[in-house]
């Protein structure tokens, strides 16, 4: 199962809500006694994810792609990168999010970004 780092401007609801539908999922965020402090630069957050094997889910459109860019021309990977949409409700994204960690295999977003909702660009058979 996917286990999520939530960046630090997240609404907190992410966490409490991932927790409350699927309690297995591991979901830290940013700030966490054990995960990157807050203030933490992107690209540092990035060797975070690597090192300890999460998916960072993110609402930051604009420089994470440059970012997962040049963390890759470093020679590093990351599990993946998953960015919020403007247009679905935490609701919608909490199901999704439990809907790739429940469906997904280790390396399934090796490198990648994904812009949710993903589910919806899956043929209707698989959903």
Not at 40 to 52: G, Q
Not at 109 to 126: A, K, M, N, V
């Amino acid at each position: 199962m996917l286990r999520y780092l939530l960046d630090e401007n997240m609404n907190p609801l992410y966490k409490t809500q991932l927790h409350s539908k699927q309690p297995d999922l591991i979901v830290w965020e940013v700030g966490d006694l054990t995960a990157p402090s807050r203030g933490t630069l992107d690209p540092e957050i990035l060797l975070w994810c690597e090192e300890h094997g999460f998916t960072l889910v993110t609402n930051n459109r604009k420089s994470m792609p440059v970012h997962l860019a040049e963390h890759i021309e470093e020679g590093h990977h990351i599990s993946g990168i998953f960015i919020l949409s403007k247009k679905l409700t935490i609701g919608q994204h909490i199901d999704e999010l439990i809907l790739l960690a429940l469906a997904s295999f280790e390396g399934d977003y090796r490198d990648c970004i994904i812009h949710l909702p993903y589910s919806y660009s899956l043929p209707s058979e698989f959903i």
